[in-house]
């Protein structure tokens, strides 16, 4: 119950709404709790009525009671006027009716008030974790499933509103309506109220045993939900591979084994949770049995002032008692169940990223001086080391190459300079400023990055350019960052040009359209620092060089990395660098590498060799 604690504060800042959400629930059940004393005076009327021995004994049966405020003024009124017994029954009848609409009334308003507040709370909630979710570092999304972080932001925060909103109503209903209904039954009568009560303590025994158990299963099946969402989002996302492969009844066959697990566990909570209404039905018999068997007794024997309308007044007290006890169970049932899920979500609004503003960080312009000091890097999650020792500096404006075999730790060099990793050792430096030092935001705001895994939105084309720099977004600017990236002739052959929807990660595109509006919109950031990570190895020659040429041209005064397997031969690089292991294996000009005679002038010498290779037709 403790991990719903952290719902408090959005409690708090609704706090007008649950404040006034409580006042209906008590305005509606003491309307209601009324209508059980008039009937009561209704059926004694009517028996004095018919009675011609015991009228005098009634009488005074009558004047003892102890109802309601409202309730005497209504029996003074009828009481004391003249109308005839006929007219006396139909003013009683249209006073419960008008207790009725009142409660119906300001029920309508508790449920305007708190189930509105629950779907606030539902809002806030869903934004609070989406702005965490974006806030934890990639070293995170490695160790956590897309479906488990779906399925808590969706299913875990549902189950925590049914908390903030049902459940919280109907507890503050159920408190109103027994506490309403206590009082007036033991000012009524006592002895026959502990008599009814009786079973009320093995009620509370068997709520408290089966809300253990459901504690448990309600965790477990969560776990189990996540687990489910998480294989059918990557079957989803990976269904060419399935159908390439012909996996399709194997996925299937994973699939049900999976969903039956799950299956077997909810209809095992079902079964649990099912114990509760007929328990409760079995309780409710039990006092209305005893209501009217010791009542009866009492009235028989003209004890302890019981008459027939008393009969009748505790038996609609237990029936009103029927729906706010037999939620007990079902408002435990949702209270357990959003404290498995509040745990849940618990887990990752507490998870810290490791990759944060410091406390003295600062914005400022870049220009692109960047230097590497001594910078060594191992991934927490695996324990490799991808970089040792590197020392490298690039002055701004200066366009870097960047070679190596696969693993060599290229890319692991880009996400440091993006701060997606924080350094093992040494540092990194930007204008001489450490970049751990600077906001994130200002950081990557002035690097443009062009990732392997080309990721394109399900949008339009034109806003998946334009995503890298919202502010200059107008349809000239988008053009020009698309013919840089030798796409634009392309994109205008689609079905409706720039405006045309790409599916999900760019699922209608080919892999080298793909990369090139990836490339646009990195150039349409404009910024004064980008890295080009292997982003032209599913493009054909013809078309890498058109884009090596254009890059030429923006790149102009800019600093530039250039992560690549192949060498541009048309490009004149300011500085090439040959990892190895991790470590920088070569550095130098192009004429300097070649004398060297090394992995980059072999590298260079295949190439060559494979263009001078004539091609055979088959």
């Known amino acids: ?183 007036f039954m033991l000012r009524e009568n006592w002895r026959l109220t502990l008599y009814v009560l009786a079973p009320l303590p093995l009620l509370a025994i068997t709520i408290y ?49 999976n969903s039956e697990t799950y299956k077997k566990n909810a209809i095992s909570l079902a079964k649990v949770e099912a114990v509760y209404f007929p328990s409760m039905a079995l309780l409710i018999g039990l006092s209305t049995l005893l209501t009217i068997a010791i009542g009866g007794w009492y009235a028989i024997h003209h004890q302890y002032n019981v008459t027939a309308g008393t009969i009748t007044e505790f038996v609609i007290y237990i029936n009103m008692l029927t729906f706010p006890v037999s939620a007990i169970g079902w408002t435990a049932s949702m209270i357990q169940r959003a404290a498995a899920s509040q745990k849940r979500l618990n887990e990752f609004l507490q998870t810290e990223p490791t990759i944060q503003d410091n406390a003295n960080a600062a914005t400022t312009s870049l220009k692109g001086n960047i230097v590497f000091d001594n910078v060594s890097f191992t991934y927490s999650n695996t324990g490799i080391t991808a970089l040792q020792n590197i020392n490298l500096h690039i002055n701004a404006g200066e366009k870097i190459l960047l070679l190596g075999r696969t693993g060599s730790g290229k890319t692991t060099l880009a996400q440091l300079l993006l701060r997606f990793y924080n350094p093992t050792k040494g540092n990194i430096f930007i204008d001489g400023k450490n970049i751990q030092h600077l906001t994130l935001s200002n950081l990557r705001t002035q690097i443009s990055f062009v990732p392997q895994d080309v990721f394109l939105f399900s949008d339009t084309v034109s806003n998946n350019i334009s995503f890298s720099n919202e502010k200059e977004s107008a349809t000239e600017s988008i053009i020009a960052s698309a ?111 070649m004398q060297k005679g090394g992995f980059y002038a072999e590298l260079y010498r295949l190439q060559m060799q494979d263009i001078a290779t004539p091609k055979i037709n088959e």
């Open 1 to 183: 119950m403790w991990h719903l604690k952290v719902i408090n504060k959005y409690f708090w800042r609704y706090k007008t709404r649950l404040i006034l959400g409580i006042v209906f629930i008590v305005l509606s059940n003491y309307f209601k709790i009324l209508s059980p004393q008039v009937s009561g005076y209704v059926i004694d009327k009517v028996e004095r009525s018919i009675s011609s021995i015991n009228t005098s004994t009634l009488n005074a049966l009558h004047h003892q009671k102890s109802y309601n405020i409202l309730v005497k003024q209504l029996i003074d009124v009828v009481e004391g006027s003249s109308v005839s017994f006929n007219k006396s029954i139909i003013l009683c009848a249209v006073a419960l009716l008008v207790l009725a609409l009142l409660s119906g009334f300001f029920m309508f308003l508790m449920r305007q008030t708190i189930i509105v507040m629950s779907r606030y709370i539902e809002f806030d909630q869903k934004n609070e974790v989406f702005k965490h979710y974006q806030q934890l570092d990639a070293n995170f999304y490695k160790t956590h499933s897309t479906g488990d972080l779906m399925n808590r932001i969706t299913e875990d925060i549902s189950r925590v509103r049914m908390y903030t909103g049902p459940a919280v109503m109907y507890l503050i209903n159920l408190a109103a309506t027994i506490g309403f209904s206590l009082f």
């Open 209 to 257: 045993t089966v809300n253990t158990v459901i504690n448990k299963k309600s965790e477990k099946i969560q776990t189990l939900l996540s687990d489910l969402t998480s294989i059918a989002q990557e079957s989803y996302s990976g269904i060419r591979v399935i159908k390439s492969f012909v996996q399709e009844k194997a996925m299937l066959g994973f699939f049900n084994k």
């Open 483 to 593: 013919k840089f990236a030798s796409v634009d002739a392309e994109i205008k052959n689609f079905s409706n040009g720039y405006q045309t929807t790409i599916g999900e990660r760019g699922v209608t595109l080919s892999g080298g359209q793909k990369q090139r509006i990836s490339i646009a919109r990195a150039l349409h950031k404009n910024p004064e620092i980008i890295v080009f990570d292997d982003c032209l190895s599913a493009v054909d020659a013809k078309t890498e060089t058109e884009i090596i040429n254009n890059l030429y041209q923006f790149l102009h005064n800019k600093t530039a990395i250039i992560i690549t397997h192949r060498i541009f031969s048309s490009f004149k690089f300011d500085k090439i660098i040959v990892l190895e292991e991790g470590m920088i294996a070569e550095t130098g000009t192009h004429e300097t590498l």
